[in-house]
Nanobody, 119 residues
Framework: QVQLVESGGRLVQAGDSLRLSCAASGGTFSRNHMGWFRQAPGKEREFVAA???????SYAASVKGRFTISRDNAKNTVYLQMNSLKPDDTGVYYCAVLRYFGGTVVDYWGQGTQVTVSS
């Protein structure tokens, strides 16, 4: 069983930067493929970014070039660096353990952290 705890979400202005963290416990973190998803009010949860292994990444088109996913295996933590934030980036951001290399099927979810971007 893996537990994921996100942090770092807050209210920011458009154009600002923000870094989200996700601390994992249980399982073997270094072996996990990790992802970030988000859910805006009234919308379905959507994929944001994934890190397969240590170096293979994938991003949603809407965030590519602005967001960066990374991990620190020594701290059992995955990060999402978000730059040039837009109001459309507002939502609850969820960390997840992904089941397959290259996929977005989720085995475990975190509880989420709220990001609000004001215009």
């Amino acid at each position: 069983q893996v537990q994921l705890v996100e942090s770092g979400g807050r209210l920011v202005q458009a154009g600002d930067s923000l870094r989200l963290s996700c601390a994992a416990s249980g399982g073997t973190f270094s072996r996990n493929h990790m992802g970030w998803f988000r859910q805006a009010p009234g919308k379905e949860r959507e994929f944001v970014a994934a890190l397969y292994g240590s170096t293979s990444t994938s991003y949603a088109a809407s965030v590519k070039g602005r967001f960066t996913i990374s991990r620190d295996n020594a701290k059992n933590t995955v990060y999402l660096q978000m730059n040039s934030l837009k109001p459309d980036d507002t939502g609850v951001y969820y960390c997840a353990v992904l089941r397959y290399f290259g996929g977005t099927v989720v085995d475990y979810w975190g509880q989420g952290t709220q990001v609000t971007v004001s215009s």
